[in-house]
């Protein structure tokens, strides 16, 4: 089986940009796990939250964790981020404890 000329260019135009595609992606490091220790997986704490917060219970991370997450967001995107005004993470919204109250 012979293949045509036009056969073998579009092979190889195929081939170039997959390898492309593959080259990009394994390049970008917006793409990569952001890493911690496990120091900074050790000593959240849960909070309640006050009238104005969106939440009934949240997370705190220890100190130094949010900005080092914070950090290392705005150094990946390469776009001036907003520092959250809060660091919590919620683990029961206001909305869901009241209906569920129903």
Known sequence: ?????????IGVVLCL???????????DTRTRPYTMTQQQ?????IVPGE??????????PPSGV???LYAEATKRSD???????HTE??????????EGLQ
């Open 1 to 9: 089986m012979r293949l045509s000329r036009s056969g073998v260019i």
């Open 17 to 27: 940009a997959v390898l492309a595609l593959l080259w990009t992606i394994a390049g």
């Open 41 to 45: 997986l050790t000593g959240w704490t």
């Open 51 to 60: 009238g104005s917060d969106p939440w009934v219970l949240a997370l705190r």
């Open 66 to 68: 949010a900005d080092a």
């Open 79 to 85: 776009v001036a981020l907003q520092r959250p005004f």
């Open 89 to 98: 993470l919620p683990l029961v919204l206001r909305g869901e404890y009241e």
